[in-house]
């Protein structure tokens, strides 16, 4: 396929800001149907949360005062697909990070006050009390847990995408990508790897790679599709769903994994809730369907955990 035909391919399904782990760049909050323009096309319609039981073993171990309330105020940010993303109409939020959070508090006997936020500012306000619980694909990395609480439900990572006519076959290592152009999404912290290793083809006398980002994550995309940038970085879960929507895209490898959890202030009382809400997911069958129908079985975890070691 031309690449002329590829540009508006790839801007259809990246609207914006992908569902980065770790990461995170673009502000959704402040024009929402602007930031990721609706997403077309096959998107899964399949209902896996109304069915949803509350746990009443689960819902004990809220506070008082939560359970007095029956509400929590949820932070999301949101992407593309298959995390968080609008529908065509520009309102309507889907994707597995939405049904995840709508069905822990199903199990809990909670509804959700769901506000769109940026992803580099969730966290902060977090700290700050605004917001009891953030999703946004929040990679655990130890640096994170000094100063955030997660409860893990799924497993996602860094990975990188190249056109169908690169001659890249895998990364492995960074200095794999010496003398070549990486795209990413700016402010996120594949872009802080990128940055950090950068040194290590000079080190090696090689060329460096430059690292180009762009706040809007379309832009990423379509800078692959004109050959602005030789290879992508971003989601293992992200990339994957592009590729398998468009052709002239080829996935190459997960780099990184990381364990993905919901985010809270630190030193929270509600993590052990919401660890006994998703392993009840797990049991009762509807994590697995979550899973199944976004395309993500890979990311399944054994159980959540409350702010485990980093994944190194």
Not at 44 to 51: E, K, L, Q
Not at 137 to 163: C, H, L, P, S
């Amino acid at each position: 396929m031309p690449r002329n035909r590829h540009t508006a391919a790839f801007a259809l399904i990246t609207v914006a800001a992908l569902s980065l782990t770790a990461c995170g760049s673009g502000d959704p909050a402040a024009s929402p149907a602007g930031a990721t323009s609706g997403v077309k096309g096959k998107i899964p319609v399949t209902d896996v949360v109304s069915s949803v039981k509350k746990d009443d073993a689960a819902a004990k171990l809220l506070p008082g005062r939560v359970r007095a309330s029956g509400t929590l105020s949820l932070a999301s940010s949101i992407g593309a697909p298959p995390g968080a993303f609008y529908l065509e109409d520009g309102k309507t939020l889907a994707g597995a990070d939405i049904d995840f959070a709508d069905a822990v508090a199903k199990k809990l006997g909670l509804k959700l006050k769901r506000e769109v936020a940026s992803f580099e500012a969730i966290l902060p306000a977090l700290g700050s009390g605004k917001y009891d619980v953030g999703t946004g694909n929040f990679g655990v990395t130890d640096e994170r847990r000094k100063t955030i609480d997660f409860v893990t439900y799924i497993n996602d990572g860094q990975g990188f995408a190249v056109r169908d006519d690169s001659e890249l076959k895998e990364v492995t290592d960074l200095t794999q990508l010496c003398g070549l152009t990486v795209g990413t999404g700016a402010g996120t912290t594949f872009e802080a790897t990128l940055e950090e290793n950068r040194h290590r083809c000079a080190d090696a006398g090689r060329k460096p790679y430059e690292v180009r980002t762009y706040a809007d994550q379309a832009a990423v995309w379509i800078s692959l599709q004109q050959g602005r940038s030789d290879v992508l970085m971003s989601t293992i879960n992200g990339l994957r769903y592009a590729v398998s929507q468009q052709e002239g895209l080829r996935f190459l490898n997960e780099f990184k994994r990381l364990d993905v959890g919901f985010a809270f202030k630190k030193g929270t009382p509600l993590a052990p809730a919401f660890q006994a809400a998703v392993n009840g997911l797990k049991e009762d069958g509807t994590y697995d369907r979550i899973l199944k129908k976004w395309g993500t079985g890979e990311s399944a975890i054994e159980s959540s955990r409350i702010s485990p070691p980093e994944i190194r």
